[in-house]
């Protein structure tokens, strides 16, 4: 199964009270985001993490990603310090800035920023991202196949591929539950 998720902003107590997040503290969001996380995912999982990992320093930031389940590649955000790359080649896979992703007969163009015009968007393709911090509701009224996988627009899960594609083609949404 393949993931996404984004802007989970590890160790970043001001995010918690800017986009009201349901924690009181950086240790239990960043308790909850790892739970919820490894809930849903399994070690043999392809996890895309979006940007804006963490705001913790090296050693902080490595404890919470050794914890996470999946194979994990990275799309850089504009809060993911140069100073951290060498410790996120140890934990991702991938690494880059803008990434096209080819599943079945989908295309999903992956990249931090939400952008208004994208490869293949007149073919079908779905663009992901995150930056904005949506809320669900944000990501409900969007009907033109670009979607918010930050945390916050999924309820502070990965969102699955599967459910994107049943929200791209209007059927109903599964939740966060692994899909069959």
Do not use: C
């Not at 009181?24 to 809930?39: D, F, H, K, R, Y």
């Not at 079945?104 to 930056?131: N, S």
């Not at 918010?148 to 627009?153: E, I, L, M, Q, T």
């Amino acid at each position: 199964m393949i993931y996404f998720t984004s802007d989970t902003h590890w160790y970043h107590a001001n995010v918690i009270r800017f986009d009201n997040r349901p924690f009181a503290n950086i240790t239990e969001m960043n308790t909850a985001l790892v739970q919820n996380w490894n809930s849903v995912v399994h070690h043999d999982d392809e996890v895309y993490h979006l940007g804006d990992i963490s705001f913790g320093n090296e050693q902080e930031t490595n404890s919470v990603l050794s914890r996470l389940y999946g194979h994990k590649h990275l799309v850089l955000g504009n809060h993911d310090k140069p100073k951290m790359m060498n410790m996120f080649k140890r934990h991702f896979e991938t690494i880059d800035n803008y990434k096209v992703l080819n599943y079945d007969k989908w295309y999903f163009v992956l990249f931090h920023y939400p952008i208004a015009e994208w490869h293949w968007q007149h073919r079908g393709a779905i663009h992901l991202h995150g930056h904005v911090h949506s809320t669900r509701q944000d990501n409900d009224r969007q009907r033109y196949r670009r979607y918010d996988v930050g945390v916050r627009a999924n309820d502070y899960f990965p969102v699955s591929i599967e459910t994107v594609i049943k929200i791209a083609e209007g059927k109903e949404i599964l939740g966060h539950h692994r899909d069959q």
